[in-house]
């Protein structure tokens, strides 16, 4: 069974970047679309984002289009989220998930 890290988070003023990535340990990173999500206290974990297998169709969220993108290195069994232009309202934990597998997330929290 194919188990996800998820590393990267901290803290960021608003208008900064962060990298996140999750790495797949116990296996391959799967044949799968691979997906960012994210939770804020109190709220509905929400879709950011997410990648298919071969790498050749990314797809964003639309609170998020134009300033986060995801990439994967299948060689590396990684899958980041690039994340620019970061506002409070990204303020979050972040979760990699392909399927019914999901990480443990990491913070992102973004600073006034």
């Known amino acids: 069974q194919v188990q996800l890290v998820e590393s990267g988070g901290g803290l960021v003023q608003t208008g900064g970047s962060l990298r996140l990535s999750c790495a797949a340990s116990g296996g391959a990173l799967p044949n799968r679309d691979m997906d960012w999500f994210r939770q804020a206290p109190g709220k509905e974990r929400e879709f950011v984002g997410g990648i298919t297998w071969r790498g050749n169709t990314i797809y964003t969220s639309n609170d998020v289009k134009g300033r986060f993108t995801v990439s994967r290195d299948n060689a590396k069994n990684t899958v980041d989220l690039q994340m620019d232009s970061l506002e409070p309202e990204d303020t979050c934990v972040y979760y990699c998930?392909?399927?019914?597998?999901w990480g443990p997330g990491t913070q992102v929290t973004v600073a006034s």
């Open positions: 998930n392909y399927e019914a597998t």
